[in-house]
């Protein structure tokens, strides 16, 4: 069969001897289940999760039927500045996308991260929370802990030339001190 798309059509159209209800139904059949795989493939190209939350991360078209920009790379240049810090008009090169547009996609890319996880996740713990830390802290052998504490000093690559002096440590470069608080799960 090899890559032959229209094969069960293909075999109806030209093969005038077929008589066979049962194979014209199977071709049929075989053909439905090809343009059904076929649709489920493409119908989740390009999906990106919070799509749902808000339609500027969807690609659209403008008014004179051009693709604007993709939900990947509004969603890179937002990625790039809070990971790698840099700045708006620093996207253009890598993602090709303008200033403006890098500091919208970086705004409505935070805000539809909050509301998608705000309920569960970016919250203070309840009562029930902090009972069941302390329940499983006790069961390790540590009363009255929530959590974890760990520190540790990371090099502040784009540290103000003005501020180098206050934050440089034994390593003789700029650090920030990251502190972390984390649950036995990495709830809190």
Same mark, same amino acid.
């Given at each position: 069969m090899g890559r032959n798309t229209n094969y069960a059509r293909n075999i109806l159209l030209n093969d005038s001897d077929f008589d066979d209800d049962?194979?014209?139904t199977a071709l049929l059949a075989l053909e439905e289940e090809r343009l059904e795989?076929?649709?489920a %493939? #493409?119908?989740h190209y390009g999906f990106v999760p919070g799509q749902e939350k808000d339609e500027y991360f969807v690609r659209k078209r403008n008014a004179t039927g051009v693709l604007g920009l993709s939900s990947l790379q509004k969603m890179t240049a937002a990625l790039r500045m809070l990971a790698?810090?840099?700045a708006a008009d620093f996207t253009n090169e890598y993602v090709r996308i303008g200033e403006s547009t890098?500091?919208?996609s970086l705004k409505k890319f935070v805000e539809a991260i909050v509301d998608i996880? %705000? #309920?569960?996740?970016?919250r203070s713990p309840n009562s029930n929370d902090i009972a069941r830390l302390l329940r499983v802290s006790e069961s390790c052998g540590f009363l009255g802990m929530l959590g974890s504490i760990d520190c540790m000093h990371w090099k502040w690559k784009n540290c103000p030339s003005g501020w180098?002096?206050?934050y440089i440590?034994?390593?003789?470069?700029?650090?920030?001190?990251?502190?972390?608080?984390?649950?036995?799960d990495l709830w809190i």
């Open positions: 049962f194979e014209i795989r076929e649709r %493939s #493409t119908s790698y810090g840099v890098a500091i919208e996880y %705000s #309920t569960e996740y970016l180098k002096s206050k440590g034994q390593s003789r470069e700029p650090t920030i001190i990251l502190e972390a608080v984390a649950s036995y």
